[in-house]
Each structure stands twice: as structure tokens, then as C-alpha cells.
């Protein structure tokens, strides 16, 4: 059964411009989750999309964005790149069910200079 | 928001070492996750734990959710190299599918 997959794993950008990062979930895993990690915070929860549609949302402002598709893969887009956006971005699927475990990629590596 | 705390940040030990970290809120969470991270790469999930005071073993390493489901365990038994990463607990919010997690504890395990 093939993981999570991710892609890029490394990206660099220049301030300002925007990005798109893929997420391919495990097969059958109908609920996609990005988390943003960086050393100072650890990681932090982006969005969560369920079916195509946003379950959940964490506090990060309207330059984040996502969205899925009808087969489940995910798609995350980051606009007028910031120095501070550099980070591993994390992508994790779920199955739902009464315990949450998160199977993750191996996250794309963002450097923005 | 629920918050989780892990302890200690960092951890260095020799190999054959005994060791323990912890998890703990002052959250009731109905099941914890523990993951490892190597750097560059993605949180591999070891174990979770749903029920208050169990105990579940992982060849040599052990974790327990405290009877009250708000702290958790991970003792290590005999620590070798290939034990080194960050070790990272969560747990889900509200119910949701959003998971908490922990800052970790970075454990090197030197030969």
C-alpha cells in the first residue's frame, strides 16, 4: 500500500511570489491534513479537507490556502511569500473513525529568500 | 485550544541507556499518538493510546496514558543510535481531525 506522497520536496522561492504544494494521501484516506513546522513552533495545523470541503482550520491568515480533489489528492497554495513561510510543510491522511491517527508525507521543504 | 506539553526538549544519552519522556495537558484527550521524526522527513507513527492507564509495548519501547487521559509515557528500554529523532505526541481537538501536537523531545543516543 503506497504512503503519502508529496512533491516537491524542496522548493525555493523569492519573496512575494506564490506556491503550490501536492499531496497524493494513502489510498482509500479520505481526509487530508497540512501542517506547517518550523524550529521555533513546532508543528502547526494548517486546514483539513474532508470530501472536498474544509473541516477545519487553523490560525494562519488568508494566504494560505487549499483545496481537494474528487480522488482525494490535496493541494496547498501560499501567495506573496513571506521570509517567514520558510518551512517543512507537512501533508497527512486520515481515515475517519473514532481515533485520528495521521499517516504523513515526507513534507516539501519551502525555502523563500 | 488544548496545549501539550512535552519534556524534556532535549535529550543525550549513551547507548544501552535507560530513559523517559513525557506528554502532559491539563485537556482530557480521548486518545494520544506518539510519532517519531528522523530530520528532513515526515512524523512515522509508533502507537496510539485510547484508553486511560493502558500500557502498550513496542519491542523495546513502552507507553502509558495516564488514568485520567490528560499525560503520557514513552520509556525507552536499553537506547541504541538508531533510536535518535524527535519524538512527538498528539492528540485529536474537539473531536475533530485537527491534531495538537507537542514542541517533542529530541533524543540522540550516542554509540
Known amino acids: 500500500k503506497a504512503g503519502v506522497t508529496q512533491t516537491p520536496r524542496y522548493l525555493i522561492k523569492t519573496r512575494g511570489q506564490q506556491v503550490t504544494l501536492s499531496c497524493s494521501p494513502i489510498?482509500?484516506?479520505?481526509?487530508v491534513s497540512w501542517y506547517q513546522q518550523t524550529p521555533g513552533q513546532g508543528l502547526q495545523f494548517l486546514f483539513e479537507?474532508?470530501?472536498?470541503?474544509?473541516?477545519n482550520k487553523g490560525n494562519f491568515p488568508g494566504r494560505f490556502s487549499g483545496r481537494q480533489f474528487s480522488n482525494s489528492r490535496s493541494e496547498m497554495n501560499v501567495s506573496t511569500l513571506e521570509l517567514g513561510d520558510s518551512a517543512l510543510y507537512l501533508c497527512?491522511?486520515?481515515?475517519?473513525?473514532?481515533?485520528?491517527?495521521?499517516?504523513f508525507g515526507q513534507g516539501t521543504r519551502l525555502t523563500v529568500v | 485550544t488544548q496545549l501539550l506539553e512535552q519534556s524534556p526538549q532535549f535529550l543525550s544519552i549513551q547507548e544501552g541507556e535507560n530513559l523517559t519522556v513525557y506528554c502532559n495537558s491539563s485537556s482530557v484527550f480521548s486518545s494520544l499518538q506518539w510519532y517519531r521524526q528522523e530530520p528532513g522527513e515526515g512524523p512515522v507513527l509508533l502507537v496510539t493510546?485510547?484508553?486511560?492507564?493502558e500500557v502498550k509495548k513496542l519491542k523495546r519501547l513502552t507507553f502509558q496514558f495516564g488514568d485520567a487521559r490528560k499525560d503520557s509515557s514513552l520509556h525507552i528500554t536499553a537506547a541504541q543510535p538508531g533510536d535518535t529523532g524527535l519524538y512527538l505526541c498528539a492528540g485529536p481537538q474537539g473531536g475533530s481531525e485537527k491534531l495538537v501536537f507537542g514542541k517533542g523531545t529530541k533524543l540522540t543516543v550516542n554509540p
Open positions: 489510498s482509500g484516506h479520505r481526509s
Open positions: 493510546v485510547v484508553t486511560g492507564g
Open positions: 479537507y474532508f470530501s472536498e470541503t474544509q473541516r
Open positions: 497527512a491522511s486520515s481515515s475517519t473513525g473514532f481515533v485520528t491517527e495521521a499517516f
